[in-house]
């Protein structure tokens, strides 16, 4: 048997359309060199393993059972390989046609070097910072975390961490690179038993190559060849809290390799929580926007008409302050979210008016129950409510045509490159797509000859000329569709372009697999898609308070309940306390050996578990589960519930 050169392993999760086309980069950039895929499966719940082994017969696919994390799913792998070299891979990458070779005969010349990393692109073609960096020591943590990086990317002080002060088109060693790309030494591997598995995602590359380092290996940024990267697809098609395991990632590191320093973690854990606080403010800047608007506008709806009616701003008792305020605040923001109007889609003036008057009638309740001490302010709640709702609307209204100034809510214009069987097919799908809000501006041709016209769609010029027909026509989305470009041409026109708000598509060896993801992404507008009622954050609330106060009524007064009617008491307890403990639901999905949606936990009842679900095929119980995540409502809780007991005694 040949001598295997590479052992490529690949950790996936979720994202079947990129493992394909990243299969098929690998498939073109082998050379004459022996190369050997493994790819390890973390219980993918898109028929990742079913759809693509068939396609790629020398591919071998591991199938974990469960989501084991990134460190974790690659030992696994690695232990499977037998290549001189091994190379981490993320699935969500194109390999340029010569990666490969390149990688290979440079790591031969230098035998010194443990791991090497490639130059790593985004999408759009700009660098990813990421691909070549130091270790997160005291110092450059704080200037990462505190943005001293950010302000001064090229000096060498405060830039040690993502090394912006470095040419990316050079080869020197760095002390890390990213886990997307590494090839390393088997060797090297094995001498330091892979990756630590405490590490459940992020932070366990440069774990590695910190290891790697103390070990005596060179750890190198290898600049002669280049891959994309089309980064955190596999979190955003999860449930995956990225930002609470990227900085928990962190904590891990400094306590592993720094833990002696008490202040220094000390010190990083604030600036942990501090970085997570702004970019989950960042995530929902928008919705926090609009509810600070609402807030004070009701506020402001307040002062106005006690002004009005009582000729001051402040006219009520001393005792009602600031408790007027907090109340109408409080009981708006609920309504807001009970009506959907708050973290779900874009805001409107019908949900936003229809909360405001659900607030003044709650309101108008609370004063006739407190006459006394409130019953002052109740000839002022209607104008109150009035003027909120002027308010919302008019802060709805500017958001929109801030939206509209700023090209938000513009129609996306997209271009196609490449002309084939496929070119008709995204145009065909694109024209028909619903909540259509893009403009095929139209084909540019990769060869000399003019090519014919499809569906009426004009050719505004050669790839060539790429960027200014990018700056002319003002085109925000690429699909490159040409078959007959390689790996290698389409990672130079990508990174030819480097335009952050230019976004490319390959296409070409998608089949129909993929097109119709693509044709999602381009077609639906912001707060378009219809999220199941579990996803929404109304129910998420209503649903957790029920579990609270079923399982603590049910643990304390209500054990006597347990003991004289429950079958197996045991577990059921232990169901009752991982209930209050937020991983399990006194209703929600029956579990099945692959995951149906992150957003559901297993539930103590089910629908499945009103019949008897050992005698249903698993494609029945998901169906069932389906359906339980998109219709969710109280109502059906109680209704499973009723049906559930019903069964139970009928039973006896």
Not at 305 to 314: A, I, L
Not at 477 to 487: A, G, N, R, V
Not at 544 to 566: E, H, K, N, Q, W
Request: hydrophobic share 40%.
């Amino acid at each position: 048997m040949d001598k295997t050169d590479i052992s490529i392993v690949i950790v996936n999760y979720n994202v079947k359309d990129f493992l394909l086309q990243c299969l098929r980069s690998i498939d073109q950039s082998k050379t004459e060199l022996n190369v050997e895929t493994i790819v390890v499966d973390n219980n993918s719940i898109d028929a990742s393993v079913e759809e693509l082994s068939p396609i790629f017969p020398n591919v071998k696919f591991i199938s974990t059972g469960k989501n084991l994390g990134f460190g974790k799913a690659n030992n696994i792998g690695f232990r499977e390989s037998i290549g001189k070299y091994i190379l981490i891979l993320n699935p969500d990458t194109i390999l340029e046609d010569n990666t490969l070779r390149k990688m290979f005969d440079f790591m031969e010349s230098n035998p010194d070097i443990g791991i090497s990393g490639c130059k790593v692109l985004n999408p759009d073609g700009t660098f990813q910072l990421a691909c070549r960096r130091g270790f997160p020591t005291p110092w450059a943590s704080f200037s990462k975390l505190f943005g001293l990086q950010s302000l001064f990317p090229k000096s060498r002080l405060f830039a040690k961490y993502n090394q912006t002060f470095r040419s990316i088109d050079d080869t020197y060693e760095i002390d890390a690179v990213i886990g997307a790309f590494m090839f390393c030494r088997k060797e090297t591997i094995d001498a330091i038993d892979g990756f630590d598995e405490d590490f459940f995602m992020y932070a366990e590359d440069i774990d590695l190559c910190f290891r790697a380092k103390n070990s005596g290996w060179k750890i190198v940024y290898y600049h002669e060849t280049s891959i994309i990267h089309f980064k955190g697809e596999s979190t955003r098609r999860s449930s995956i809290n990225s930002v609470k395991h990227f900085y928990k990632a962190m904590e891990i590191f400094a306590e592993k390799h720094y833990g002696k320093s008490v202040f220094f973690l000390s010190f990083l854990r604030f600036g942990i929580i501090l970085r997570t606080l702004m970019a989950y403010l960042s995530k929902y800047r928008r919705d926090i926007f609009i509810i600070l608007t609402d807030m004070i506008g009701i506020n402001l709806a307040l002062l106005l008409s006690t002004k009005y009616r009582f000729g001051e701003f402040f006219n009520f008792p001393e005792y009602a302050y600031p408790t007027v305020f907090i109340v109408i605040s409080v009981v708006l923001f609920v309504s807001m979210v009970a009506s959907g109007e708050y973290f779900e889609n874009n805001p409107t003036v019908r949900k936003s008016t229809f909360s405001h008057l659900s607030s003044f009638f709650i309101l108008s309740t609370m004063t006739y129950f407190f006459k006394e001490e409130y019953g002052f302010s109740r000839g002022i709640l209607l104008m109150t409510s009035g003027l909120g709702i002027a308010f919302s609307t008019i802060s709805r209204i500017l958001l929109s045509l801030f939206d509209n100034l700023s090209g938000s809510n513009a129609d996306k214009k997209i271009a196609i490159v490449g002309i084939n069987n496929q070119t008709g097919k995204f145009v065909k799908a694109l024209q028909s797509a619903e909540s259509m809000n893009v403009n095929i501006v139209g084909l540019i041709r990769t060869k000399s000859r003019k090519i014919e016209n499809i569906a009426g769609i004009p050719e505004i010029g050669h790839v060539d000329y790429l960027s200014s027909i990018i700056e002319d026509k003002k085109i925000k989305e690429i699909i490159i569709t040409d078959p007959e470009l390689s790996k290698t041409d389409i990672i130079k026109i990508i990174s030819g372009i480097s335009n952050p708000r230019v976004k490319f598509h390959v296409a070409h060896d998608y089949e129909d697999l993929v097109s119709s993801k693509i044709i999602d992404n381009l077609s639906v507008k912001r707060g378009d898609i219809e999220k199941s009622n579990l996803a929404k954050l109304r129910y998420q609330l209503i649903k957790r308070l029920a579990d609270i106060g079923i399982s603590v009524f049910l643990l304390t007064i209500g054990l006597p309940i347990v003991y004289l009617f429950a079958n197996y008491k045991k577990v059921l307890l232990r169901k009752l306390v991982m209930t209050l403990k937020g991983d399990y639901s006194v209703v929600g999905i029956y579990p099945v050996e692959k995951e149906t949606n992150g957003i559901a936990k297993p539930g103590i009842i089910s629908i499945a578990g009103i019949s008897r679900p050992e005698s249903l095929a698993q494609s029945a119980i998901k169906k069932l589960n389906d359906y339980y995540v998109q219709n969710y409502s109280f109502l059906l809780d109680t209704d499973i519930c009723l049906k559930y007991l019903f069964r139970k005694n009928r039973g006896k």
